[in-house]
């Protein structure tokens, strides 16, 4: 099972980037999707997550309104359109699965999550 995370790169305040998470080795309709970011000496924290059936999502308050998390179970990836960004939102951005059999299920704890892609930096200049 692997998880690969892209998209990141350096945009200027107010601009825009997708972050993609491609899977190998498991499909998106059987797990919570989340999408974490960790700054320099900061905790990693939740940003976005989509329930198994991709029905459901959730945001953290800091990026709702601007961040859409989404799935295209076609091409069994899921991604993270960031909007209107501001030089908060740099950090290290990752994508993360938990498998569950629960539609409700989606956990905000990065310690639920047990697959982890490598990350992606996003820088936002001021």
């Known amino acids: 099972v692997q998880l690969q995370a892209s998209g990141g790169g350096l945009v200027q305040a107010g601009g825009s980037l997708r972050l993609s998470c491609a899977a190998s080795?498991?499909?998106?309709?059987?797990?919570?999707t989340g999408w974490f970011r960790q700054g320099s000496g900061e905790e990693r924290e939740f940003v976005a997550g989509?329930?198994?059936?991709?029905?459901?999502?959730k945001y953290a308050d800091s990026v709702k309104g601007r961040f859409t998390i989404s799935r295209d179970s076609a091409k069994n990836t899921v991604y993270l359109q960031m909007n209107s960004l501001k030089p908060e939102d740099t950090a290290v951005y990752y994508c993360?699965?938990?498998?569950?059999?629960?539609?409700?299920?989606?956990?905000?704890?990065?310690?639920?999550?047990?697959?982890w892609g490598q990350g992606t930096l996003v820088t936002v200049s001021s």
């Open positions: 989509i329930n198994r059936s991709g029905g459901s999502t």
């Open positions: 080795g498991l499909t998106f309709s059987s797990v919570v």
């Open positions: 993360a699965t938990k498998r569950t059999f629960s539609s409700f299920s989606l956990p905000m704890s990065p310690l639920e999550y047990t697959v």
